[in-house]
């Protein structure tokens, strides 16, 4: 079982950046598929990104893409999510997770663990 762990989250202002970790416990992280959702007030969960399990490959919503970049190191068992040119609409709940299997799913149902969600909250 992997447990994960999120923090970097805070309060910035708009046009600003935040990197969020995911520290994970697991013998099998580099084996894993690991990904971001997040889940903004009234709103339900939204895939953010993902990543493979050796960080070759990457996927991420439109609505991110060009602005946050995920990464993952092996050795220190970490997932990261660098956000760069925060908007208000980013505002959310961040969490991280993982799957077995190769597939950057964006489905939520398709991954098996989830950390406790670090708050991000971007002030115009």
């Known amino acids: 079982q992997v447990q994960l762990v999120e923090s970097g989250g805070g309060l910035v202002q708009a046009g600003g950046s935040l990197r969020l970790s995911c520290a994970a416990s697991?013998?099998?992280?580099?084996?894993?598929?690991m990904a971001w959702f997040r889940q903004a007030p009234g709103k339900g969960n939204e895939f953010v990104a993902a990543?493979?399990?050796?960080?070759?490959?990457?996927k991420y919503a439109d609505s991110v893409k060009g602005r946050f970049f995920i990464s993952r190191d092996n050795a220190e068992t970490t997932l990261y999510l660098q956000m760069n040119s925060l908007r208000p609409e980013d505002t959310a709940v961040y969490y991280c997770?993982?799957?077995?299997?190769?597939?950057?799913?964006?489905?939520?149902?398709?991954?098996?663990?989830w950390g406790q969600g670090t708050q991000v909250t971007v002030s115009s």
């Open positions: 997770t993982w799957r077995f299997g190769t597939d950057l799913s964006e489905f939520r149902s398709n991954y098996d663990y």
């Open positions: 697991a013998r099998t992280f580099s084996s894993i598929t």
């Open positions: 990543i493979s399990n050796s960080g070759g490959r990457t």
